[in-house]
């Protein structure tokens, strides 16, 4: 089992900046493959970023490319998400994932955070 507590949502204005962080507990980090998704409102949830074991090989969501950053800490068993140049329909939900695949689904992905939300206002 892995535990993941994802921190940092809060509000932010268009053009804005956040981080967020998960952090993770149980079984050995570096061990899985991690990602980041989010969910609107009445929307499914969708893809945002993912990395491999030591993020050397990233994927990003078309919508957030260029602005997005995922990156870890395996020594603090932490995932992160840079969030740059914030729109309003980056307003969601985020969650962290853990998984045995850098997968833009989210069938492969075994373990989930409780989730953060983000809002970005205009």
């Known amino acids: 089992q892995v535990q993941l507590v994802e921190s940092g949502g809060g509000l932010v204005q268009t053009g804005g900046s956040l981080r967020l962080s998960c952090a993770a507990s149980g079984r050995t980090f570096s061990n899985y493959h991690m990602g980041w998704f989010r969910q609107a409102p009445g929307k499914d949830r969708e893809f945002v970023a993912a990395c491999n074991w030591n993020c050397g090989r990233t994927t990003y969501a078309d919508s957030v490319k260029g602005r997005f950053t995922i990156s870890r800490d395996n020594a603090k068993n932490t995932l992160y998400l840079q969030m740059s140049s914030l729109k309003a329909e980056d307003t969601a939900v985020y969650y962290c994932?853990?998984?045995?695949?850098?997968?833009?689904?989210?069938?492969?992905?075994?373990?989930w955070g409780q989730g953060t939300q983000v809002t970005v206002s205009s």
């Open positions: 994932a853990a998984g045995w695949d850098i997968a833009t689904l989210t069938a492969p992905y075994d373990y």
